[in-house]
């Protein structure tokens, strides 16, 4: 495998083929590295209170390296915490490209033996493009963030998970500073009697590390970019990755100190009113889904 050199592995004392992890100052043998990830993932489970015994837990899951990662390092640890787990895709309705996301999303779920439920948007009247005043991928992220929270509570989760990176926290907390909004994503967001607790349980893993485990695993993950993905809205993450080279471990460091000197806000903790048109729990009279419901069902008109 690509990245790995002759040496001995710091945790076991095997030589053999090791992989360098500078951001941990470890070298580490394959073997060991599933078991170091494996132990990331859970350590935030339960420092942070993520999941208790007994409870259930939806993943969200895309496909992508992240998710994947997260979604075969969680049936693990679903065994040894007694926990439930469930994974839940959204078919984005993007043509050929959401039907081979989604036969890959298939591919993992059934490998890892975790049930899944797919959500087709289509079938909602729902598309991924622009919409007055609101660019693809805002459209994209309200879709999916109205319907996790549905389906959640449909499925009677007690958290709902996601695979934000350390880069993704870094990113999101990092653009809030540049437009001084002086607020951190947290890594757990409690539950309301409305919604379940949304959890992150790789907010301290860096996003390599999802590849390495993938790779190490054997695990399909869907490596195709969004049709609509712009680079501009992900440049500043070379800042940190130049940071990082500087000096190893800056990113996780920087991390935690965003996250212990900022408040923790997050959009889904404004108050929640039923939706007039729906009666789905929302920001504003009318939700998100049903206005978008309502503008594509016009724009078909010719
Ligand atoms: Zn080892
Ligand atoms: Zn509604």
């Given at each position: 495998m690509e990245g790995l050199q002759d040496g001995r592995c710091v945790?076991?004392?095997?030589?053999t083929d090791i992989l360098r992890l500078p951001e941990f100052n470890l070298k580490i043998c394959p073997a060991c590295f599933s078991h170091f990830y494996e132990r990331r993932v859970r350590r935030a489970l339960e420092n942070d209170g993520m999941v208790s015994e007994g409870e259930r837990m939806v993943l969200a899951l895309s496909g992508g390296k992240d998710s994947a990662a997260l979604l075969f390092a969680l049936q693990r640890l679903a065994r040894v915490m007694a926990f439930d787990l469930q994974a839940l895709h959204f078919?984005?309705?993007?043509g050929d490209y959401s039907d081979r996301n989604l036969e890959t999303v298939r591919t993992q779920a059934a490998s890892a033996g975790v049930p899944l439920r797919v959500v087709h948007v289509g079938e909602m009247g729902l598309r991924i493009e622009r919409v007055k005043g609101w660019r693809p991928c805002a459209v994209c992220g309200a879709i999916r963030r109205a319907l996790m929270n549905r389906e959640a509570n449909d499925l009677r989760a007690n958290a709902l998970a996601t695979a934000h990176t350390l880069e993704d926290i870094l990113l999101f907390t990092f653009k809030n500073l540049l437009s001084r909004r002086l607020y951190a994503l947290p890594p757990v967001l409690p539950e309301t009697s409305e919604l379940a607790r949304k959890i992150k349980?790789?907010?301290?893993?860096?996003?390599r590390l999802n590849a390495v485990y993938c790779r190490l695993r054997n695990i399909p993950f869907f490596e195709e970019k969004c049709p609509?993905?712009?680079?501009e809205g992900h440049a500043l993450k070379q800042v940190f990755e130049g940071m990082e080279e500087i000096m190893p471990s800056s990113k996780l460091q920087l991390m935690l100190s965003l996250k212990q000197a900022l408040p923790a806000e997050d959009e889904d903790w404004r108050e929640l009113i039923d939706c007039?048109?729906?009666g789905e729990k929302s920001s504003?009279?009318?939700?998100a889904l049903c206005r978008l419901q309502e503008w594509f069902s016009q724009a078909q008109v010719p």
């Open positions: 945790i076991c004392g095997d030589a078919h984005l309705n993007m349980p790789l907010v301290y893993t860096p996003e609509l993905w712009k680079p007039e048109r729906c504003q009279t009318v939700c």
